[in-house]
């Protein structure tokens, strides 16, 4: 039986490591690339952070009237079907699993040039990743609290170093980086509506994360007024950490320079400060990548809970440890298939494709599920904790936007997206089977 042990506090910085990984550190000349202009950048911008908020709201109504154990999961297959749910999140435990050993080697590959030589090798980059998953393997195998305090301490770390970074960026003289011609500008076939919806890919990407919270409902003190609180923080947070850092770069590089690096963060550290920029800055992102790891590793075994629940996956996913609360097998078990991912990883950006076309509808259903919940007590609620305002606009403006990125997803970058997809149809067959097999 699982416990209740993490506070407010907690749950906002669960939310800040799982929103700020490595993306805010590689998606931001992705996006300038996408969007051709300043203007678009930060429309971009601005209107993922406006889109995130009302998420954000939306799930925290869910998580204060219902508190599943892998509540992401449970949510869906509770407002839907059993089926629909495992389609869903058997792909998104695939993605995560591989999105965090592609996070974890960006983050190794940050910090190895500040190590021995020897180690400073595709082989001593691929020890860093292995070194680092084992070690928050142990934290997390020792109990869900201990990892929720290393958890608090890296995710304060995280948000000191960004607002430093953000405040050292804008205070320096000016550096000078080459500038770049986007692809949409030399064209001369610049269309604003296109390059807004192309750049909403990877700026959802980089907002994404928060809505796994929801995998910690029975872990949660008071999770009616605890859920949405730590939800409502943590974004609030996140939003301004990733406009002030935008803001940061463009004042110090111009739109130009900001599209033209995809390690913005140590190269205009490097050029504004020297050598020990470069370190500060590549230690902040390795700190930014441990809050990731570690979070990731709290969440996802809640989602195999509420699959060994459901009788889709063998019982002993779903055996917690009494004392420490952690499901032993489980975090063995993700912990295999994230060290396994480092042999068959693509590109970061691919990644970013691959897993938002199936992430963005994931989110869109759990977000829609709101709907049925309120429709089923319709007249007769007796949910008296945090309620939305503005219904049914705000979960709908969510919705309706995820969808749009799942299209463009589509669109813009097929090849994975396809990959995706058919995982996800995939799982239909599967789900039966492992339900007659389990």
């Not at 993490?6 to 700020?20: E, G, H, K, P, R």
């Not at 920029?277 to 992102?285: L, R």
């Not at 090849?415 to 995939?426: M, R, T």
Request: hydrophobic share 55%; net charge positive; charged share 10%.
């Amino acid at each position: 039986m699982i416990q209740p042990k993490l506070t407010t506090f907690d749950v906002a910085m669960i939310v800040v490591s799982l929103v700020i990984g490595v993306g805010i550190f590689r998606t931001l000349a992705i996006v300038a690339q996408s969007a051709g202009s300043a203007t678009v950048f930060f429309a971009a911008w601005v209107a993922g952070g406006f889109v995130s908020l009302c998420g954000a709201l939306t799930y925290a109504e869910i998580g204060a009237r219902y508190h599943f154990p892998g509540g992401f999961y449970k949510l869906i297959s509770t407002a839907f079907h059993p089926v629909f749910a495992f389609m869903l999140n058997w792909v998104i435990v695939l993605t995560y699993g591989a999105g965090l050993a592609g996070v974890a080697l960006i983050g190794a590959e940050y910090i190895n040039p500040l190590l021995p030589v020897s180690l400073q090798t595709r082989a001593g980059v691929q020890g860093t990743v292995i070194a680092t998953v084992l070690f928050f393997f142990v934290i997390n195998y020792l109990g869900i609290k201990s990892s929720a305090r290393l958890q608090n301490i890296l995710s304060s770390l995280k948000i000191v170093l960004m607002a430093l970074l953000c405040l050292g960026v804008v205070i320096a003289p000016g550096a000078e980086i080459a500038p770049v011609v986007t692809h949409t500008s030399s064209l001369g076939t610049y269309n604003f509506f296109s390059a807004f919806a192309v750049s909403l890919i990877a700026v959802f990407y980089t907002y994404g994360g928060y809505q796994q919270t929801l995998n910690f409902g029975a872990d949660i003190k008071d999770p009616v007024r605890n859920t949405p609180r730590g939800i409502l923080i943590g974004m609030a947070i996140v939003i301004c950490l990733y406009l002030c850092i935008n803001y940061a770069y463009y004042h110090q590089l111009g739109f130009a320079g900001l599209a033209n690096s995809k390690l913005i963060a140590a190269d205009l550290a490097r050029a504004l400060f020297g050598d020990w920029g470069f370190t500060f800055v590549s230690v902040a992102i390795f700190i930014s990548v441990l809050g990731y790891i570690n979070a990731t590793l709290l969440s996802l075994p809640r989602v195999f809970y509420a699959m060994a629940d459901d009788g889709v996956l063998p019982p002993i996913f779903k055996k917690v440890n009494e004392r420490t609360q952690v499901q032993e097998f489980t975090l063995v078990f993700i912990t295999v298939v994230v060290l396994a991912s480092l042999l068959v990883l693509g590109t970061f950006e691919k990644i970013v494709s691959y897993v938002m076309s199936i992430d963005s509808l994931a989110l869109a259903s759990a977000a829609a599920s709101i709907f049925v919940f309120r429709h089923r007590v319709r007249g007769n609620d007796p949910h008296t904790g945090y309620k939305l305002r503005l219904y049914p606009w705000i979960p709908l403006i969510f919705i309706l936007f995820l969808l749009a990125v799942s299209v463009n997803v589509i669109v813009s970058d097929p090849v994975p997206a396809a990959i995706g997809w058919g995982l996800f149809f995939s799982g239909a067959p599967l789900y039966w089977l492992l339900k007659k097999v389990f």
